[in-house]
């Protein structure tokens, strides 16, 4: 079955750097967009990025636009998101979800999402 | 951007009875070149992550109850959820994939009375 799994979250201080990894197995991962939300504690949902299925293309919230970065490898079915210059805002659960299309449009697998938390 | 605005933020309903909630886009998310909306709905019960109900504000995705249903065109759309179930509590949130940013709703608490 269509599954996504996210993992490289955990505490950091302001102003450092973490790296958030999502595995897709059981679809055929190149052929769709992806994108990254995000859930602070006891909020709504955010959307955070997107990605082509090709790589050749993105999209980013303004919130996080210039110190977050999401990337891929077709060939290992992963996906990245690379944040830089993170701030107490930036605390939250990180969902990756696949697209139904090559880019954008909605998303119909979830994964259950990586903790991340920003605090010195 | 396009602002998603939910209504009412939370709602208390008997078992069995009919949940509605309103979603309004400050701009239309129907797609001139396909008639599309551009409008989702997920459900997210406690602990769990986001679940796919309802796509292009109207087609029910597999596997979910026919209880769910989704309306509306253009900025205003409605999610109906008729004979609630316990299981049905839960948030519910809209979203648009018109324009980017995707933008969510704020999300309204369905609870059982």
């Known amino acids: 079955q269509e599954q996504v799994v996210e993992s490289g979250g955990g505490v950091v201080q302001p102003g450092g750097s973490l790296r958030l990894s999502c595995g897709a197995s059981g679809f055929t991962f190149s052929s769709y967009g992806m994108h990254w939300v995000r859930q602070r504690p006891g909020r709504g949902l955010e959307w955070v990025a997107m990605l082509r299925n090709d790589g050749g293309d993105h999209n980013y919230a303004d919130s996080v636009k210039g110190r977050f970065t999401i990337s891929r490898d077709n060939s290992k079915n992963a996906l990245f998101l690379q944040m830089h210059s993170l701030r107490s805002e930036d605390t939250a659960v990180y969902y990756c979800?696949?697209?139904?299309?090559?880019?954008?449009?909605?998303?119909?697998?979830w994964g259950k999402g990586t903790r991340v938390t920003v605090s010195s | 951007d396009i602002v998603m605005t939910q209504s009412p933020d939370s709602l208390a309903v008997s078992l069995g009875e009919r949940a509605t909630i309103n979603c309004k886009s400050s701009q239309s998310v129907l797609s001139s070149s396909n008639n599309k909306n551009y409008l989702v709905w997920y459900q997210q019960k406690a602990g769990q992550p986001p679940s796919l109900l309802i796509s292009?504000?109207?087609t029910r995705e597999s596997g979910v109850p026919d209880r769910f249903s989704g309306s509306g065109s253009g900025t205003d759309f409605t999610l109906t959820i008729n004979n609630v179930q316990a299981e049905d509590v839960a948030v519910y949130y809209c979203?648009?994939?018109?324009?980017?940013?995707?933008?969510f709703g704020g999300g309204t608490k369905v609870e059982i009375k």
């Open positions: 292009w504000a109207s």
């Open positions: 979800a696949k697209s139904v299309a090559t880019f954008g449009f909605h998303m119909d697998v």
């Open positions: 979203q648009q994939c018109h324009s980017s940013p995707l933008t």
